[in-house]
């Protein structure tokens, strides 16, 4: 049974980010976002790694549902910090028998954090909204249809490709195939891959069509309704603060 990453399976929960402005949260978090991959700082990262943590907790996201995903990031960066303080040039500190980079140290836990803050407050942005109020967000603000067109098609077939790759994967072990790491498997994976490739393009032509006769006109259309008030003004305008704000800050 394959367990799909559902980013708004928790958009029906009640917390002041859920009330939140779609376009207001996605402008404002991007700012934020982008002001925390860019602090030059550790302290100052590190004030905006609290920050981000105060937001999830507004949420009111569960934390397991976070973690399943955020512990990729964090491996990831994790990775990067062990080769910085391995190999790093500057003045070196021992750490047992382990010869660490000082300065190695502070920028791999500079980047660490700014990585784990950036990406904590994706799941405040797009898990507390559907992924419809998402993409009618983003038409409204102005981005370009063709992409928004592209990630709407993108999220809603990804679901579909994965079940009809499970199904050819499942015909093919029940006819003796072992997936192994050998060029046969490979081979096999391949072609595989390549009749799932045929297929999509066969079914995106047919759903086009099929589209069209519906009237499609190539706008999103959505019964999401926006009203921006005073709180979102509030709130959009104190998160976009204290992102300017961090790049204040001796």
Do not use: C
Not at 91 to 116: P, Q, V
């Amino acid at each position: 049974m394959i367990e799909y990453p559902e980013i708004d399976r928790y958009a029906d929960l009640d917390s002041i980010l859920h009330k939140f402005d779609p376009r207001a949260k996605i402008v404002s978090f991007l700012t934020l976002i982008f002001s925390i991959v860019l602090i030059p700082d550790l302290k100052v990262a590190l004030m905006a790694f609290t920050f981000s943590v105060f937001i999830l907790a507004l949420s009111k996201l569960p934390l397991s549902f976070v973690f399943k995903y955020l512990k990729w990031v964090t491996m990831f960066v994790l990775s990067i910090f062990t080769i910085l303080a391995l190999t790093f040039p500057g003045e070196k500190t021992s750490f047992y028998f382990i010869s660490l980079s000082k300065d190695g140290i502070y920028s791999g836990a500079l980047i660490s954090i700014r990585a784990i803050a950036a990406t904590m407050l994706v799941f405040p942005m797009i898990g507390t909204m559907r992924f419809d109020e998402t993409i009618k967000a983003l038409y409204m603000l102005r981005i370009p249809n063709s992409l928004v067109q592209m990630l709407m098609f993108t999220y809603r077939y990804i679901f579909v490709f994965a079940d009809e790759f499970h199904r050819m994967l499942t015909a093919m072990e029940s006819k003796g195939f072992k997936l192994k790491t050998n060029l046969y498997s490979f081979a096999v994976i391949g072609r595989a891959i390549g009749m799932l490739f045929v297929k999509s393009y066969e079914r995106a032509e047919r759903v086009y069509q099929a589209m069209l006769s519906r009237g499609y006109t190539g706008n999103p259309k959505t019964i999401a309704d926006f009203k921006m008030d005073a709180k979102d003004f509030f709130l959009a305008t104190l998160i976009i603060f204290f992102a300017i704000f961090l790049h204040l800050m001796k």
